[in-house]
């Protein structure tokens, strides 16, 4: 059993930023990576970001590349991200995910998905 846990979205202004973080309890694998997902009304859910907890690569969509960036905290089983200069196209709600890592990289297979965290960014 693994646990996933958003937290840090809020109202925004564009140009502004927010943290996001993941928290994870319950089980711990040194293979996960952990990746960012979100999801705007009336769209599918689209990929973000993602790290490798054993590897600590990171991979990013073209359209947060430059100023989402995602880290960990592993003595916390924390994963963040730190989003900067907000768009009102980031508008969604951003889900932390868990993949184990077999060392190949993305795409992984996300088995385990937190309930999300509301981002609004105003213009």
């Known amino acids: 059993q693994v646990q996933l846990v958003e937290s840090g979205g809020g109202l925004v202004q564009a140009g502004g930023s927010l943290i996001l973080s993941c928290a994870t309890s319950g089980r711990t694998f040194s293979t996960y990576a952990m990746g960012w997902f979100r999801q705007a009304p009336g769209k599918e859910r689209e990929f973000v970001a993602t790290?490798?907890?054993?590897?600590?690569?990171?991979y990013y969509a073209d359209s947060v590349k430059g100023r989402f960036t995602i880290s960990r905290d592993n003595a916390k089983n924390t994963v963040y991200l730190q989003m900067n200069s907000l768009k009102p196209e980031d508008t969604a709600v951003y889900y932390c995910a868990a993949a184990r890592d077999d060392g190949l990289g993305p795409p992984y297979e996300y088995d385990y998905w937190g309930q999300g965290t509301q981002v609004t960014v105003s213009s």
């Open positions: 790290i490798s907890w054993s590897g600590g690569n990171t």
